[in-house]
């Protein structure tokens, strides 16, 4: 199979890598220049519990430049980057291409409708870890899985195809009809964490070893369900409280993305989280004010630190 990943970052290169080592044709398509040259001078070095090694069959480049058309698109932008990244490519979007979204969030449906047609958009969401430690290494310990499924929720056979092909590299890969369960697990989870941690500045146990941190982030996890139910998605809240219980409780010293990207003076991706849990339940009339109030704290610092 012909694969791009658009966005090769942390999750773009682990998934690049791991795909590449499994027999893939793999391209890695990003704007940063260093990441690039460091591949293209000496291969990917992925670090993985199956070991530390460089992967040297990936081709790299800029999305704008000239390239064949894959048989599958892989988007690992920030959400917020998918649009301009999208856009920087639409000459690499065939007629025969899917395109397949693992980013955290909601709307990236609504993102890639604009550049390719319903029936080829695959997405699900990964539970797999990954940082980008320097350029051209990346680096993924633990376990993790991918759930996924076409949008439209037909079972195609590139549907098909494409889970078999991350499960060979093993990303552990299951279709899954109720995709949108899970989506809005990981969305309830985020808004919870990632937030609280992005304003507080702790990491996700030092959230946890406060009561009124645990307290915060199970009110959030509560009104993300209740706007999840209005869209036909009905998700077990011990289940979801549980999950958040449990990286409270072994997630050591972990700093959610959105307090990485806070630190590191980066644009997060609130928007598709908090933002986008508080615009549904602005539609629907399901109170959310604890989300509301964690997605104005989280754009306040973010402007600080941009100096907006
Ligand atoms: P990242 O910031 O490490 O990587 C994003 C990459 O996109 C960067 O290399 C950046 O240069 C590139 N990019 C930005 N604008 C671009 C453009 N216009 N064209 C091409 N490339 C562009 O982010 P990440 O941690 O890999 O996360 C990607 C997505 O996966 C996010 O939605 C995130 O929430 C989700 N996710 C991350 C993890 C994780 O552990 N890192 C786990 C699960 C899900």
Known sequence: MKI???????????????????????????IDEAHLDAIRQAGLRVQTDQGDRRVTNLEVRRPEAPGAEPDLLIVFTKSL????????????????????????????????????APQRIL??????????????HVSSHGEGQIRMMSADGVLRPEVEATARALDAAGLNCEIDPQVWTSIWEKVAFNA????????????????????????????????????????GVDIDAERCRAKVAHAIANHRGHKPSMLQDMLAGRRTEIEAINGAVVAKAGECGVPVPHTEILLQLVRVAEARRLGE
């Open 81 to 116: 980057h998918t649009r301009g990244a999208l856009s920087a490519l639409r000459h690499l979007i065939g007629p025969e291409t899917f395109v397949l979204t693992l980013q955290n969030g909601l709307g990236n449906v609504e993102a890639l409708s604009e550049f390719v």
């Open 192 to 231: 919870a964490l990632n937030s609280l941690c992005a304003v507080t500045g702790c990491s996700v146990d030092g959230l946890g070893a406060v009561a009124d941190g645990r307290a915060l982030a199970s009110q959030i996890v509560g009104e993300v369900l209740a706007v999840a139910r209005t869209q």
């Open 4 to 30: 791009a990943v658009l966005g090769a970052g942390a999750m773009g290169s682990l998934f690049g890598g791991l795909l590449a080592e499994s027999g893939q044709h793999v391209t890695l398509l990003d």
């Open 123 to 136: 997405i699900g969401v990964t539970t797999w870890p990954s940082d980008l430690v320097a350029p051209g």
